[in-house]
């Protein structure tokens, strides 16, 4: 990778962007084009270079090249949706066809760019990214506070939660658990106690918000 000023995550705000690419020509010609306006770049000469170097917790933009020696671009999508992995990630070949933009797009990329670059295309579509990954970026780390939140409950406070979550009442939920009204009503007071919230309608409405699994 070759050293870059500075870190993602300075005060101005802006993901950073991660070229990740076997042509060493290329990688130079982007940094140039990025840092032209403003852009921070970042460049490995191949799929596990990346892997081993980003910093995940870090907003950012992935422009990565299809066919690389080793883990190919597609393969380096899929392991970065297994590890939720959620910047935007934009695909490019010299040699694309339909069929491989179509999986690329299908596996969550946002864009799919043929080489040559057109420059202000791939600027346009970068910009228009960086944009997307504070979101992105923002929304998971939202998600993972809550299931971080979620952590320290018990299986069976987990079933009165979900119950909770449909809408169901103390009783409701007693009935479907065999349990005593009480014993449900401990289990809502714990719930709340272990997770911090300001009440179970706030907590159940910050999991359907960010989407998380009981």
Known sequence: MTPQPGRPGEPDGDPVVHVVDD???LRQSLRFLFGSVGIQALDYPDAPSFLAE????????????????????????????????PAPVVFCSAHGDIPMSVRALRGGAVDF????????????????????????????????????????LTPRE?????????GM???????RLGTSVKTVDV??????????????GTLVRDILTHQVEV
């Open 54 to 85: 980003f910093d995940p917790a870090e907003p950012a933009v992935v422009v990565v090249d299809v066919r690389m020696p080793g883990m190919s671009g597609f393969q380096l999508q899929e392991e970065l949706l297994a590890r939720e992995y």
């Open 169 to 175: 009442a103390s009783q409701a939920v007693a009935h």
């Open 187 to 200: 289990h809502r007071a714990r719930i709340k106690a272990k997770t911090g919230a300001e009440s179970l």
């Open 113 to 152: 760019l043929e080489k040559p670059y057109d420059t202000q295309r791939i600027l346009e579509v970068v910009q228009h990214q960086q944009g997307r990954a504070r979101e992105l970026f923002a929304a998971h780390a939202a998600r993972a506070a809550v299931r971080e939140r979620l952590e320290g």
């Open 23 to 25: 042509d060493d020509d």
């Open 158 to 166: 987990r079933e009165v939660l979900a119950l909770v979550i449909q």
